[in-house]
């Protein structure tokens, strides 16, 4: 390897897959792409998507306080620059004009984009102040996808739009996209070999932590540490590392 420098720090990260994220207050629908995205928790279910405060997209947001996540079939790559290059306060319209079309989610009314092949309705959590972007974490209250999706995707009918980001000035500036055409879907088993005993000792402190929590009052779980710590000893783990189960098994079950 060679050092590259830090002002790369996106472009090794992708390729990732821009989400286009959509609001509407008083009438007015904005739409913009993001592709630094991340699922933040299961439960409760939040995606935080990092916006900088320029995107008109992201005053939307704040004022509506309900949005939608959308991933779109790279067959909508002509949609791009709609979406990723103008700005709604320059270009108005421009999700109308890019021809996609708006429709409503059922949960919180969101707009969501009618031609996505998912999208997420998403009620703001959290704004947190990162650096240049903002943190936005959303709570999802409702998911779409389209029929093909069943339980994971069959990727011969999605080919999800993925970006691999963009030539810097003064030279024209170019975005980069990736064209997929053939996906070769390798299925792995979970935990293969002599990791499968590793992971099943793993599931099971987690589980019995959990267990234990949910039957202990929570005035006693400090009790319970030796306890756990015998059982987390057996798996050759370091005796503070029992703290960070108790804390793990505790964010699962108190909501
Ligand atoms: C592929 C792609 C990914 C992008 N990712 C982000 C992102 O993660 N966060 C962000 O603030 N802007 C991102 N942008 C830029 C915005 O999409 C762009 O500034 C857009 O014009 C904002 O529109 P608006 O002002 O109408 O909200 C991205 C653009 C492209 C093309």
């Not at 947001?61 to 700005?87: C, E, M, Q, W």
């Not at 998912?118 to 709570?139: F, K, Q």
């Not at 739009?161 to 053939?182: D, E, F, S, W």
């Amino acid at each position: 390897m060679r050092r590259v420098s830090l002002r790369d720090l996106d472009r090794v990260l992708y390729p990732t897959i821009p989400v286009a994220v959509v609001a509407g207050y008083k009438g007015k629908v904005g739409a913009m792409l993001a592709a630094w995205w991340t699922q933040l928790s299961s439960d409760p279910p939040l995606i935080g998507v990092a916006i900088a405060p320029e995107r008109y997209t992201y005053k939307l947001i704040l004022r509506s306080r309900v949005y939608s996540i959308n991933f779109l079939d790279a067959a909508h790559l002509d949609k791009t620059p709609y979406l990723g290059d103008a700005s709604e306060r320059f270009y108005p319209s421009k999700l109308a004009k890019s021809g996609l079309t708006i429709s409503k989610g059922g949960v919180l009314g969101a707009p969501i984009i009618a031609e996505a092949s998912a999208a997420l309705e998403t009620r703001l959590s959290n704004v947190v102040e990162t650096g240049d972007h903002d943190m936005i974490v959303g709570e999802v209250a409702s998911i779409y996808a389209i029929e093909n999706f069943e339980g994971v995707w069959r990727l011969e009918k999605y080919k999800p739009l993925m970006y691999l980001g963009r030539t810097r000035r003064p030279a024209p500036v170019k975005r980069i996209y990736v064209v997929c055409r053939n996906f070769d879907v390798k299925e792995l088993e979970y935990a293969p070999g002599d990791i499968k005993e590793s992971a099943m000792k793993r599931s099971k402190v987690m589980e019995t932590v959990e267990e234990l929590l949910k039957k202990t009052p929570r005035s006693e779980w400090k009790q319970l540490k030796l306890q756990l710590e015998k059982l987390m000893g057996e798996s050759s783990l370091e005796a503070d590392d029992v703290e960070y189960y108790i804390d793990d098994a505790r964010r699962r079950i108190t909501k």
